[in-house]
């Protein structure tokens, strides 16, 4: 099971960035995959996921209305694009696979596989 998060980087506080989770044919399977994040000294952080088959997402409230999550079946890879990017969205993003839903989605614990991460760092 591999999950690949990539699309990190140095962005100036107001920017876009778009980060991508491809997954191997196994995670597939899988019911929904999630983005989390995870700052120095904070704890991981829900920001929303996707469920492969009707499509519909979700995100947080801290990040609402900044957040879009979306899924390429033909690429097995899921996105989250941020916009508006602020300086407090400096963090590791990691994606993950969830195999069957779980109503405390939110929960890092409900997740089965996780990605290695992705370090966003957002400035003034």
């Known amino acids: 099971v591999q999950l690949q998060a990539s699309g990190g980087g140095l962005v100036q506080a107001g920017g876009s960035l778009r980060l991508s989770c491809a997954t191997s044919?196994?995670?597939?399977?899988?019911?929904?995959m999630g983005w989390f994040r995870q700052a120095p000294g904070k704890e991981r952080e829900f920001v929303g996921y996707a469920k492969w088959n009707g499509g519909s997402t979700l995100c947080a409230d801290s990040v609402k209305g900044r957040c879009t999550i979306s899924t390429d079946n033909a690429k097995s890879t899921v996105y989250l694009q941020m916009d508006s990017l602020k300086p407090e969205d400096t963090a590791v993003y990691f994606c993950?696979?969830?195999?069957?839903?779980?109503?405390?989605?939110?929960?890092?614990?409900?997740?089965?596989?996780w990605g290695q991460g992705t370090l966003v760092t957002v400035f003034q």
């Open positions: 993950a696979a969830q195999l069957v839903p779980a109503s405390l989605y939110y929960l890092s614990s409900s997740w089965h596989y």
């Open positions: 044919r196994r995670t597939f399977s899988s019911y929904s």
